[in-house]
């Protein structure tokens, strides 16, 4: 209070004023009275700013130093970052983690800068903090929206209670090619689920109220394109059309929008050959004016930077010159703004009022999360031993892995196993491995605390379990850490006798094959996706001497994985689940969780087939597959079908659809219903999915698109009729030139449990 009253003072302000932004006392429950009260409050505080302060909210630096121990002097680098914090020139801060460190970094700005404004703490929270859940991509294979909002709820939870009061999530990228790494990190290939997805992981880190100590800010990325990296490429080029932009990319980044996310990261990627960060079309016209996103958008790592080699910025200067000017309000890690902005905005080169309008947009989220009513509300010690890693937080982990595995072949119902008198033979490195499957972008997760598959069928007592390795997958020379390249197992096949032997000796073998959890993620594309090292050569090993394999897929992305989709009787895709991964395949394996997930992403044959999705558009020669005429759209070598297409997974009993009915209704609105029935022995959970074609529009249309999914739980012999609404929102599109329209003529409407179901009626919209 002393501060302000002496700012008071100095700037010839009522005090009465200053309190209206410093601290408040009053809390008012009525939503756009209190957001009133805080844009009163953040054009008070812009009025003090000093222009060098304002940039300083643009700013945001890396963790830096330990913030307990001494002053940096010694780095250079660390020391003038140091007294950028204690001047006011940092905004925000990201990789700080843990109570101690942020109230020591969050003293020196609300005690000793000027003005005492308040850090925001970033952090990547991707599928959980320290309680690391299933990867986004197999939480997207449960289809479950309230256990995926559930998932981000805890996150959210155990993120706030350790300091932070920023995630960089949820990643709402669609992307259609397996190649790329980062597909782990969001909901796959579809717009429509992806939108759903998005919507329900912010819902999650933000809640009702934003001020709580229990919520945490989302963000929503990286706007644009960036997951049509060209060739799957990790930060290469997007060069995509408008229809696949507004269509495709567009609609989950405006469904979060319009659900209330408070921030965006912009993209590494070209787009239409101009840098996201430097792209005005994207962030000024799109989303800050056509969208009224009234949050902020940070850069990405070192973004501004990067437009320079880019060769669309010229040095530094120029860099935050054209991002400042695009709409990019915060600079994480380039440093360009702190350094260069007051110089661009003194020389006319960027607006004062861009400044303004950056800084207001900051200093909003930060009233929102209550930092300037209390700046250590998220610090409170005894808070953070409570909250980190209890015991519900594990439950619903649990709950969540279940969900999220996919059975994809289950030939003569060698699945489940049975509990008693089976020799069962686990082979796989990843079987007995207690990292690889917390997966990639788990920061503050720690090493070995994920149960592995061989522990979780040890809590089965009725059979006898013998585990052989078979064969590394990364080499044991290899680092294996977020930042370095793995070094893959190419040709040590020592263990393949002892797991030979194993096998010979078993009524079943689990193997347990796929990737390790850094093969995927950022940075960690593939140019084939197949078994990495010698996996391939293991499974066909160990098929030669016991055919009746479970083959247990842990991966980051879909596989190419076709000898053991003709080969193999049981395949079960259980991604990398996080710290309940062993539980959760034991219990699907052995019959105690009926699986139902659905896969959110398509499988190819082969990587040639790549980029395959199911919501393609039809060529002018679609047809021929029965033809020896070759002048049709094909490959001469591969099938045009996918191995496993989107939607699609088994379960361990048997659904029909049938009864397909269509009603139009008034407002331009159309009733779906089909009856759903369980024609197998045991209790299943169905996700029942909606699709349409727009036979002749405007603009060629796919010949499918997801547009309804409901789950069902049925037990056996019974039958559910399931309704669906299909309104303007669902039957139109947009236009090349962005607007959205709905035009009349005739759909298509297909209702199964996959893209590829074949029940289908059609109507007529007027």
Known sequence: MRKAILICLILGISCKESKNYLNTSQKNTNVSVASLNIERRVDSLLKLMTLEEKIGQMNQYNGFWDATGPIPKSDNQAALKYEHLKNGLVGSMLNVKGVKQVKALQKIAVEETRLGIPLIFGFDVIHGYKTIGPIPLAEAASWDLEAIKKAAQNAAEETAASGINWTFA?????????????????????????????????????????????????????????????????????????????????????????????????????????????????QRDVLKNEWNFNGFVVSDWGSIAEMIPHGYAKDIKHAAELAANAGSDMDMESSAYVMELANLVKEGKVEEKLIDDAVKRILRVKFELGLFDDPYRYCNEENEKVVIGKNEFHEDALDMAKKSIVLLKNENNLLPLKKEHQKIAVIGALANDKTSPLGSWRLAGDDGTAVSVVEGLQQYKGNILTYAKGADVVSPDSKVTFVNELKINETDTSGF??????????????????????????????????????????????????????????????????????????????????????????????????????????????????????????????????????????????????????????????????????????????????????????????????YIQDKFASIARPVKELKGFEMVVLEPNETKTIEFILTEKELGFYTNKGAFVVESGVFNVFVGGSSNTTLSSEFTLE
Not at 187 to 198: N, Q
Not at 210 to 216: E, F, M, N, R, Y
């Open 497 to 690: 006798p002892e797991a030979i032997k194993v096998a010979k000796a078993s009524d079943v073998v689990v193997m347990v094959l796929g990737e390790h959890g850094y093969q995927s993620g950022e940075a960690r594309s593939r140019a084939n996706i197949d078994l990495p090292g010698v996996q391939q050569e293991l499974l066909e090993a160990i098929y030669k001497v016991n055919k009746n394999i479970v083959l247990v897929l842990t991966n980051g992305r879909p596989l190419a994985i076709t000898w053991a989709d003709k080969h193999i009787p049981a395949i079960v895709e259980a991604w990398q689940l996080g710290v309940q991964s062993g539980n959760a395949i034991a219990q699907v394996l052995y019959g105690d969780y009926n699986p139902s997930g659905k896969l959110p992403m398509t499988f190819p044959r082969s990587v040639g087939q790549i980029p395959i999705y199911y919501n393609y558009k039809n060529t002018g020669r679609p047809y021929g597959e029965n033809s020896d005429v070759v002048f049709w759209s094909h490959y001469s070598d591969e099938s045009n079908q996918p191995l496993y297409p989107f939607g699609y997974g088994l379960s361990y009993t048997t659904f029909s659809y049938k009864n397909l009915e269509i009603k139009t209704l008034a407002g331009r609105e159309v009733k779906v219903s089909v009856d759903v029935t369980n024609t197998g022995t045991i209790k299943g959970k169905e996700v029942s999915q909606l």
């Open 170 to 282: 949820p990643m709402v990228d669609i992307s259609r090619d397996a190649r790329w790494g980062r597909v782990m990190e969001g909901a796959g290939e579809d717009p429509y689920l992806g939108s759903k997805i998005g919507v329900a992981r912010v819902n999650g880190f933000q809640g009702d109220d934003l001020a709580s100590p229990k919520t945490i800010a989302a963000c929503a990325k990286h706007f644009a394109a960036y997951g049509y990296a060209e060739a799957g490429r990790d930060y290469n080029t997007a060069d995509i059309g408008t229809s696949t932009l507004y269509n495709v990319v567009f609609p989950p980044f405006k469904a979060v929008t319009e659900a209330g996310v408070r921030t965006f990261m912009n993209a590494f990627n070209l787009l239409n050959d101009v840098p996201a960060t430097g792209n005005e079309f994207l």
